[in-house]
């Protein structure tokens, strides 16, 4: 059944926790998420360079960006192209997203997105600045609380003079107590998305607690990777690739350590937290024992040491992944598993076929992880 905009927004109200999994810290949480993952999409196309989040001590939260997260249509307001996508007067769930927008930052639909930070917030301000102009309106449960105020006079606009600024409190008739958020996944989503996109900053200030954290990594994934394997003695510089096979994009870094400690694989699909794997770590284990297979058949060495077990491989690896996924499949509601079974085979052609080159162009280090494998060369 399709929804009228007014049946929405009473369907969020009525059952937040079908949207948002959760009525407490972590549901508040993850409406900051929302506007996170808003401002990683535009941020992954250069359209903005910096996202700040303000946890106040009275519950509210403040999301800013130094830029416009879509693209701006020649001959549109962009104030009026925010309109729609912040309430629900004219939503349509069939609507198409504005250019260069993927569907949906949260939901398949282009509006619900914004509209169920809105539905779930009294009340939310929304400050835009653009072309020397500022454009101001506030709502509450959803509904517009005043007209839009083409005026922000106490606040500045971003150096860029280009930005969008989103206050809001969860409703407290809607959350259950205590008021907040919660500063430390907030934290660990910040450092993320600061490796899923490089050269990017994010900015966290915690009023409450007083913590003040920036995150900021030029070399993304790179930079990542060699924070986690620090204490495995690395064989190398973090490998790098990035390459797409069908619909499904791929970028890894990779070391391979000498210590028995390698912090193992971390992943990303769609920018969501793999937190247990699934068939994209099936398919990375399953391309790196073909290339192992293959690199130790060009140098006629004995192929009785093939198995190359999972937990053999993870001993010494430490890897950080992130997929790029028309759409994503879950084991389970908590969306800690991938199951979507292409990525299975095209994860492990691409990687077999890149990691082949990569031991062929370093051969003392391939032959020092064969050691470490119990398949020595020698």
């Not at 204490?231 to 096979?245: I, R, V």
């Not at 390698?262 to 099936?282: F, K, P, Q, V, Y």
């Not at 370093?362 to 398949?375: D, I, Q, Y």
Request: overall charge neutral; glycine content about 10%.
């Amino acid at each position: 059944m399709r929804l009228a905009g007014e049946e929405l927004r009473r369907a969020i109200r009525l059952r937040p926790v079908m949207y948002i999994g959760d009525a407490s810290v972590f549901g508040k949480t993850r409406l900051v998420e929302s506007l996170l993952l808003l401002g990683a999409m535009a941020a992954r196309e250069t359209r903005l360079g910096e996202v700040s989040v303000l946890l106040t001590a009275d519950g509210s939260c403040s999301v800013a960006f130094d830029g416009w997260p879509w693209p701006i249509s020649a001959g549109v307001s962009p104030f009026d192209a925010l309109e729609p996508w912040l309430g629900f007067m004219h939503f349509d769930v069939g609507a198409q997203p504005p250019p260069g927008m993927p569907r949906g930052v949260v939901f398949d639909s282009s509006s619900v997105e914004l509209g169920l930070l809105n539905a779930l917030s009294s009340p939310l301000e929304v400050v835009a600045w653009y072309g020397g102009q500022s454009w101001r309106r506030t709502f509450r449960e959803g509904l517009p609380a005043e007209s839009p105020q083409h005026t922000a006079p106490e606040m500045a606009p971003p150096s860029s003079g280009v930005g969008l600024r989103f206050t809001f409190t969860p409703d407290a008739s809607v959350f259950y107590p205590p008021p907040g958020f919660s500063a430390a996944l907030l934290t660990e989503r910040l450092s993320s998305l600061s490796a899923l996109i490089p050269a990017s900053t994010w900015r966290l200030r915690d009023e409450a607690s007083g913590m003040e954290v920036s995150f900021r990594r030029e070399h993304g994934l790179a930079n990542l990777c060699v924070e986690r394997s620090a204490n495995s003695c690395p064989l190398h510089a973090p490998w790098t690739f990035n390459g797409s096979a069908g619909q499904t994009q791929v970028s890894l870094a990779l070391q391979w350590g000498r210590a028995p400690v390698g912090a193992g694989i971390l992943s990303w699909a769609n920018h969501e937290s793999c937190r247990r794997g699934g068939t994209h770590h099936d398919g990375l284990y399953r391309g790196l024992r073909t290339a192992l297979r293959a690199r130790m058949k060009a140098r006629r060495r004995s192929l009785a040491s093939r198995a190359f077990t999972d937990e053999a491989l993870s001993e010494h690896l430490t890897a950080v992944m992130s997929l790029g996924l028309p759409s994503t499949v879950w084991y389970g509601p908590t969306r800690g598993e991938l199951a979507n079974p292409e990525v299975r085979g095209e994860v492990s052609k691409l990687v077999a076929d890149w990691m082949k080159q990569a031991l062929a162009s370093h051969p003392k280090v391939e032959s020092e992880l064969f050691t470490l494998l119990g398949a020595s060369l020698s």
